[in-house]
Each structure stands twice: as C-alpha cells, then as structure tokens.
C-alpha cells in the first residue's frame, strides 16, 4: 500500500518527489556518507538554473528581509574576492573561495524551491527522523573498530557530532509543534535519543553545548506557544537527565568536561598549548593579532596557517599544531575578511535570518518557524569552536537545511499566489 502511494506520488508531482528525495537523503545521511550532502545540494543547483529566466521575477515577490540576507550571502562571496588584495597563498585562497561561492548559490537554489513552490516539510522531517539509528550504528561500528571515541561517519567527527546534535534537537521541535500518533511519536523519541548519544560518542564538546541553549527556548515555546505545563515539562527533562546519567554517555561526558577544565588551566600557567581546548586558545589569541595587522579587509581566505606558523617560529605557543583555520567562524571572518567581512557575515547570517522568522506571521507553519530558529542558534553556536563555514559538507548540509526550512515558512502567505 505504501510503496502503490509513493509510486503515484512520484508520477503526480515528479519534481515534488525527486528533490524530496534528495531532501531525505542529505538529513538522513548527509554526515555519515561521503559526498550525499554535497550531491544533493549540487542537484538543486543544477536544477535551479533550469529557471534562471524566472529569477528576476521571482526576486520581486520576495519579502524584503529574504532579499537583504540573500543579498547578504552574495556580499559575503564579494568580501572574500575584496580580501585578495592582502592574500598570500593563491592557492589556499582558490580552495576556501569555493566555500564562499556555495553560499553565493544558495541564492538561485532558494530562487527555485520559491518559484515551484515545493512541499519539502515531510521529506525533511523522515530523513531527520531515519538519521537517529543511522549516526548512532555509525558511531558505534567506528568506535569498535578504532576500540576508542570519537565516533564518527565518513567526515571529521566534529562536524559528524554538530550534526547528530542538530537533528536531535529538530526532533524536539518535531515533538512539540507537529500531532503525530502514539507510535510514530515514540519512533521520534526514540531516534532523538540515538541522534544525541551518537553526538555524545562523537566527543566534539562543542555541539553539546546547544543541547541546553535549545532545550531552554524549546521550554520557553512549550510554556508561551504549545500550553504544556511546567509540570509536564520539568517531568520530560529529569527524564533525559536521568536517562544520560545511567547510560555510559555520561562516563564520556563527564571525561571530556574534566579534560576541558584541566586543559584551560594547562594554557593559563603556560604549560600546554597542544591540547584541544589550548590549541583553540592559542589560536584565537593569534588570530586577534593577525587581525589588527589588516583589519578593515583581513589577511585574505588560505592564509591563516602561513600566520600562525610566522607566530610560532616568533616564539609564540611552539607547541601549537599547524592549522588552516582558527576553529571560530567569526575569528576567521575577521581574520580572512576583515571588519567588512564580518559586518556582512553577523546580519546574514544570524540576525537578519532570526528577524525574518519573527516576521512569519503562519500559525500552520510553527514547525518550520521553530526549526528555522533552532537551524540558526545551532550553527552560530558551532561556530564557537569550529570554523564550520570552511568544512564543505557542513556548508552544504547547512545551505540544503536553510534552502528547505526559510522557503517553507511564507509558503501560505500571499508573496506565492504572486510568482506566476
């Protein structure tokens, strides 16, 4: 029955369906499988410029908050091609410039997912849904093959934890914004749990310092939005707490947060520099540095390793290991780009995004609004510790999570009746 529905499902609405798919496929697997992200994203490029006729007009149906921070995502591909003047490494500049033009090309994507009016929601939430298991038997199969964490996919097991963490707290969203039955709702909880114990094995410290800045505006939402008591609430977060503290994700909680005390400690007395939480201090304490030698336009995207290097051989932090970024998005904005990189980065990014959710005045779509916002906080969070905008399959993973949620949240309101 299912598989006649889907069938004629995919003769119906044949786009619909196949960037669906796609959908599924890069929330499903898009940090555990090489390449599925960056695939799929790549797709809807292609797509997108099939209607490259339609975009002027498309573009004026657009709000005028979509507009600044599409604009936004243009400015910021411009800045780095501005930060030329000062760069050194031609090389490392081409590679991290095609991090910039996939944000540049999510313009023409959120273009087209606008013109066509796709339904992505569902195939979103299931590929979010089917990740859970998935992240978590890819943890595990790491860890007993390398008989030690992190527990990763194919990618870096940083970017493999911000991930899992990031679809672990959508399926909270899910949760509370969506009526969904008995058993489906517990496949959800289920698969939540996977997502975050699969971020725990991860050890990447810095995704789990989302999972309370969520849970507190998730909370906030429940109470001012959803109507459930505090009661209830209180109930749910002992339950998690409880459950953490009797599995053995808290053995690896509870190592990593000592190791990052001691490390910050090692650091101040001078004593160790190459650790994970030293080597991240050095390096933003460089980067402040390189930054005040060109700070209107920065070094120019590749050069910070050079910088970093010049610092150690000047006697500063020998012990710190070679580096291509400063592992702080908005450090290597403003080393690479400058004071004008980061003044376009900081609106499109964050606050222009959040402004226009606000905005969304759709009851019916409080679960892409809330995703939307829960997209947004994740990321600028991430980019605490890691320089993700530079990690590609975490750039496309983000442009496809950010094309699908902020294209669906206007998708009952009049700017759709307008692009013919």
């Known amino acids: 029955m299912f598989i006649q529905k889907l069938l004629a499902e995919a003769q119906q609405k044949p786009l619909e369906f196949f960037i669906g798919s796609c959908v599924f496929l890069a929330a499903a697997f898009g940090a555990v499988v090489k390449d599925v992200a960056s695939g799929v994203f790549l797709i809807f490029i292609i797509t997108s410029f099939f209607y490259v006729k339609q975009w002027p007009q498309t573009w004026r149906c657009l709000g005028q908050i979509e507009k600044l921070f599409l604009t936004g995502l243009l400015l910021y591909m411009a800045s780095g091609f501005l930060s030329y003047i000062n760069a050194a490494d031609d090389y490392e500049y081409i590679k991290q410039m095609g991090r910039y033009l996939r944000f540049a090309l999510i313009v023409p994507v959120y273009l087209f997912l606008v013109r066509e009016k796709i339904e992505l929601t569902r195939f979103f939430i299931l590929g979010i849904v089917v990740s859970g298991p998935v992240y978590l ?186 580096h291509k970024t400063t592992h702080n998005n908005y450090l290597q904005v403003l080393v690479s780009n400058g004071l004008v990189g980061i003044l376009i980065f900081l609106p499109t990014f964050i606050i222009l995004p959040l402004w226009y959710i606000r905005g969304v005045s759709s009851d019916s779509r409080q679960l892409e609004k809330l995703s939307a916002i829960v997209l947004i906080v994740s990321v600028a969070i991430f980019g605490l510790t890691e320089s993700w905008i530079l990690r590609s399959p975490f750039v496309a993973i983000f442009a496809v999570y950010f094309s699908v949620l902020f294209t669906s949240l206007d998708r009952m309101d009049s700017r759709c009746s307008k692009v013919g």
């Not at 390398?146 to 679809?167: E, K, V, W």
């Not at 390096?283 to 150690?312: C, F, Q, R």
């Open 137 to 322: 038997l890819f943890a595990i199969l790491t860890i007993y093959s390398n008989q030690s964490p992190p527990g990763q996919g194919y990618y870096h097991h940083i970017l493999f934890g911000d991930t899992a963490m990031l679809n672990s707290v959508l399926m909270m969203v899910f949760l509370l914004t969506r009526k969904f039955s008995f058993s489906i709702r517990l496949l959800i909880i289920i698969s939540m749990f996977c997502a975050f114990y699969a971020s725990v094995l991860s050890t990447a410290r810095g995704a789990w310092v989302v999972a309370p800045v969520i849970i507190g505006i998730l909370v906030w939402y429940a109470v001012k939005s959803a109507g459930i008591g505090l009661k209830k609430i209180g109930f749910i977060i002992v339950a998690v707490i409880v459950v953490i503290s009797l599995s053995p994700a808290m053995d690896i909680l509870s190592k990593r947060y000592t190791e990052a005390i001691s490390e910050i400690k090692l650091f101040y007395s001078g004593e160790g520099f190459e650790t994970s939480v030293g080597g991240r201090l050095a390096m933003w304490d460089v980067a402040i540095d390189v930054w005040k030698e060109n700070p209107v336009l920065g070094t120019g995207p590749g050069d910070y390793d050079d910088d970093l290097m010049s610092h150690k051989e000047q006697g500063r932090y020998p012990t710190v290991g070679p």
